[in-house]
Structure formats: C-alpha cells, structure tokens
C-alpha cells in the first residue's frame, strides 16, 4: 500500500483539491485531478506526487505540509476507528493498511483545508453519521508510525484504492 515506485494517490494532484467544488452528494462534488509526471516531486525520501501544472507542483513545493493528504491518503474512516466494517485491532500494523484503501474521487476538505480521503460514498457518509473525527485518525495514524521502526515519519497510500477506483486507474 506504500510502495515508493509508484505516485502517492494514484497520481492525483492533491494540491487541486483546493479548486474542486466539494459536496456530500457524489453527482455533485468533483472528481480527483489527474497529475502527470512532467510535473513530478519527490519528497520523504522517495514518495512521489504527480501534479496537473507546474503551478500546482510550485505550490505544493513551498507548503507540502498544506497540501499533503492526511493520514497517508488512507481512510480517515478506517483511521478513525469508527468504521463498523473494521474491528478496532484491524490496524494494528502498517501492514494492515490494506483495510484502509480509497477512493480518490471521494474527499473532503475540514475547516483548517486538510485533505482527506475515502474507501467510497458510504465510507464518508458513515465518518460524517458516526461523529468520526480527524483527530481520532490522526491519533491511529501517528501510533501506526511510531509502532513501526522501519517507517519514518511519512508514509504515503500508492497502492490502496478501492475496486472502484483501480478499475478506473487501469489502463
């Protein structure tokens, strides 16, 4: 799920987010943007972003902490522990990072603009019905780093996706 050969979300460009219209309602809220690998940064190491202009890529460049998805790209849902389709010892390791795949079409930006994403409309909806909070992934996703020796202090998801979401990843 966090294979470094690959780009972090697919390839999307996480800083166009900022730009989409955003709506609970799926008909409505914008689809991810493809990034390209003209417009490639390598950050953490060897993660790689993929962003659809230079101006995106310049952007992120000079605040890759406002851009960045949080908790790795992962579910917030899973993170969070309130996912009923998770036990809550299903992410004890980074290895089991594989229940917590998403859905780049299926975001959401908080207050402070921080991105983060699902497995699918029924993961968000779920987050949002349950009172999920950020900061309850935030607290999974840090103890998921620091339990991890070989980890650094950033992992990205390049490999998680929903089935929906690898169908229209393929090629």
């Known amino acids: 799920c966090y294979s470094r050969a690959l780009p972090v979300l697919r390839g999307v460009d996480v800083v166009a987010y900022r730009g989409l219209r955003w709506d609970r309602d799926a008909a409505v809220r914008a689809a991810a943007v493809d990034g390209s690998p003209d417009y490639a ?3 953490e190491g060897s993660y790689v972003f993929w962003f659809a202009s230079a101006a995106n ?3 992120f460049l000079r605040r890759p902490q406002a851009y960045a998805p949080r908790v790795g790209g992962f579910c917030a849902l899973a993170l969070s522990g309130a996912d009923p389709r998770l036990a809550a010892s299903s ?3 980074v290895r089991a990072l594989g229940v917590a795949p998403v859905d780049p079409d299926v975001w959401f930006l ?3 603009g921080d991105l983060y994403l699902f497995r699918g409309n029924d993961a968000m909806e779920a987050f949002f019905a349950l009172n999920a909070t950020t900061d309850a992934a935030a607290a999974t996703w840090r103890d998921l780093l620091d339990a991890t020796p070989c980890v650094s202090d950033a992992m990205w998801n390049t ?3 929903s ?4 169908a229209a990843a393929a090629p």
Do not use: I, K, N, P
């Not at 089935?163 to 690898?166: E, L, P, Q």
């Open 91 to 93: 992410l004890a390791t």
């Open 57 to 59: 890529r310049d952007a």
């Open 159 to 161: 490999e998680c996706f």
């Open 163 to 166: 089935v929906g979401a690898a």
């Open 41 to 43: 940064v390598t950050v």
């Open 110 to 112: 908080d207050r402070r």
